[in-house]
């Protein structure tokens, strides 16, 4: 009984759980500087994940 409960609880919690999107903006940094390179643009355009550099 108490594997029972512990199950419909973690199902209860872990359903509404999403994922975040990675599309939008995005600023890489140097490895070895720590500087700000260049900003980063990811968009979806028809179910495929594309990046470009603004």
């Known amino acids: ?3 029972l409960f512990k199950l419909l ?3 209860l919690v872990f359903q509404n759980a999403t994922a975040q999107s990675c599309t939008g903006y995005w600023i890489t940094i140097d490895d ?3 500087l700000k390179k260049s900003i980063v643009e990811l968009y979806k355009k028809e179910g495929v994940l594309y990046g470009r550099v603004v």
Do not use: A, E, N, V
């Open 9 to 11: 609880f973690f199902l």
């Open 32 to 34: 070895h500087t720590g």
């Open 1 to 3: 009984m108490k594997y």
